[in-house]
Structures are given as C-alpha cells and as structure tokens.
C-alpha cells in the first residue's frame, strides 16, 4: 500500500541506514558507561578514606577506653583540656600521607631551593664585586697613563731645554746620551753600532725627569717649571718655588 511503499523509499535513501545505526551504537555506549558507573566498586584507598572520615568526623564515646578514663577524672565532652582548661578543644588533625616520596622529602626540597636561591645571590654578588673591581683597575690604568704622559712631554721639554742651553755653553756632547732630545731616523742608522746605551733604558721616566730637572738647576740655573733662566744659584733657590711640578702648583 501507501504507507509501506514510503517507508520503502526512506529506507533506501542513501546514508540514512548509516545514521541511524551511528545514532543507535551512541546510545548503547552510553547506557553501558552508566551501568559501570553504577556496578564500579570502590578502590581499598576510596573505601579506607571514607572510613577514616567518617570516623574522625564522629565524636568519642563511652567505648573509647582513653574517652572513658578522661571521665572518670571529670572531664566532660566539649571541654578544654588541661588543669585550667587552657588546652585544645578539638584533636590534633590527622594529615595522611598519599605520596610516595620518603619522609622529609619537602623539607630536603625545601632547603635545596633556598641553597640554590643563595647560592645564586652570591653568584650576583662576586659578578657585582668583579664588575667593580674591574671598573677601578680600569680608572687606576687611565689615571696612570694620563701621568706618564704628561711625564713624558715634560722630560721632553726638559731634555730640548738642556740642548740649547749646553750648546749655548759651547757643549757639543751631553753629559748622559739621553739629556738631549734622541737624534732622528735617518740619524740613528749612524748610530747603531756605537756604544750601547744600557743607562738610558735603566731608568724610567719620572726618574730621568728628577735627574735632568736637578742638572739644569745646577749646570744652568735653570728651572723647566717657571721657564727662567736664574743668575746664580742664590736668585735659584730665593725665587724659585721648588724642583718639581707639585712644588710650583
């Protein structure tokens, strides 16, 4: 008839046999998972922690032998414990272990993130104590190069001053080589296979300035820090400051 003829055309529409049997496995699954929920027995840990509950949260009775003794002595449920009843009310909570590390497992962790933390801050603190040490190495090295400079411009001037003033006297040899200003490049080729001049790299700079200030104080009355020529030695020493830089500042 009508009716079974569309059921027929349905039925063999194309995908719809697929759905329905998709839908229907849904559903099937679905029930089967709530009855496992429902049948699912309980794990020993479940069950011991529900009872462990249940009894902590239950208050002593006559059958507790420790509850029973504390009565006999007076005490009555609710009370404070001690003399005065200055003590606890409530018992001391059970905190149960569910872990598996070993006993005093935090605290190990504990201090080895507070060794690691200062262990750290001390890391921060030498790289700070270097940073800084390395800054005034560095001021110390700058201030010292900046002297030698000076130092050296200034025996410079004194080693130009003793030339002219020694050839004024008729000198054409300086009392030590290097009181006079080096001979140039070309010049100095003529000079490499005469004596060596052992004396001049023995001394340093500020030393060779201290020995070539006092002999042109001496030789020549001169001073390289007020830039006169003095008469004598008395108008040197009444009018002249002293024999350094530091003198004259």
């Not at 709530?34 to 840990?45: C, D, G």
């Not at 130092?151 to 000198?171: F, N, P, T, V, Y």
């Not at 290097?178 to 700079?205: A, F, G, I, Q």
Request: aromatic fraction near 6%; glycine fraction near 6%.
């Amino acid at each position: 008839d009508l009716l079974d003829l569309l059921t027929l055309r349905q039925d063999v529409r194309p995908g719809l046999p697929m759905v329905r049997r998709m839908k229907e496995a849904l559903q099937k699954e679905e029930k089967q998972k709530e009855a496992n929920e429902k049948n699912r027995q309980k794990s020993i840990k479940e069950e011991e922690k529900e009872r462990r509950d249940l009894v902590l949260k239950s208050a002593l009775g006559n059958e507790n032998k420790g509850f029973a003794l504390l009565q006999k002595m007076g005490y009555k449920s609710g009370q404070a414990l001690g003399k005065s009843g200055e003590g606890i009310v409530e018992p001391i909570p059970l905190n149960i272990k569910t872990g598996l590390s070993g006993l005093g497992h935090e605290e190990l962790k504990k201090r080895k993130a507070e060794e690691k933390l200062e262990n750290y801050r001390q890391k921060l603190h030498m790289k700070k104590q270097a940073n800084e040490q390395a800054a005034d190495q560095f001021r110390i090295r700058f201030k010292n190069k900046q002297e030698e400079r000076k130092m050296e411009g200034d025996l410079r001037k004194s080693q130009r001053a003793c030339q002219q003033l020694d050839m004024q006297k008729d000198i054409d040899v300086p009392k030590e080589t290097w009181y006079w200003l080096e001979p140039e490049e070309e010049d100095r080729k003529d000079e490499e296979n005469k004596e060596d001049e052992s004396t001049s790299s023995d001394l340093s700079v500020s030393e060779k300035l201290h020995v070539l200030t006092a002999y042109l104080r001496e030789e020549h009355f001169y001073c390289i820090w007020c830039g006169t020529t003095y008469e004598d030695s008395e108008d040197l020493s009444s009018n002249c400051p002293g024999d350094s830089a530091a003198d004259h500042d």
